[in-house]
């Protein structure tokens, strides 16, 4: 059965720093993609980073902000967000996709499935 357990969201002030991870279970991180997503109350779901064998891809929101990286050893994805901005708030999600379009990536419906979430809050 394919799982993806999002954690390590919290409050953290502006300018500071979170890592997220996305334990993955059923299936092996070589196999497809996982992206990361993030969705504001009252907005869409939006597309903030995706890696892949030989691939990473972030939005331009996140560019130089976040890190995405992968431990094959413990099959999990982490996304590490430095200089953390209030509009970075939102629920962060893991998805994976078995297989898509690569310049598609941003987009929710090519994942199959889904981790449950996990809040990010950027406040002072």
């Known amino acids: 059965e394919v799982q993806l357990q999002a954690s390590g969201g919290g409050l953290v002030q502006p300018g500071g720093s979170l890592r997220l991870s996305c334990a993955a279970s059923g299936f092996a991180l070589d196999d497809g993609g996982i992206g990361w997503f993030r969705q504001a109350p009252g907005k869409e779901r939006e597309g903030v980073s995706y890696?892949?064998?030989?691939?990473?891809f972030y939005s331009a929101s996140v560019k130089e902000r976040f890190t995405v990286s992968r431990d094959n050893a413990k099959n999990t994805v982490y996304l590490q967000m430095n200089s953390l901005k209030p509009e970075d708030t939102a629920v962060y999600y893991c998805?994976?996709?078995?297989?898509?379009?690569?310049?598609?990536?941003?987009?929710?419906?090519?994942?199959?499935?889904w981790g449950q979430g996990t809040q990010v809050t950027v406040s002072s």
């Open positions: 890696i892949a064998v030989g691939r990473k």
């Open positions: 998805a994976r996709s078995s297989r898509l379009i690569l310049s598609e990536w941003r987009v929710p419906s090519n994942y199959y499935y």
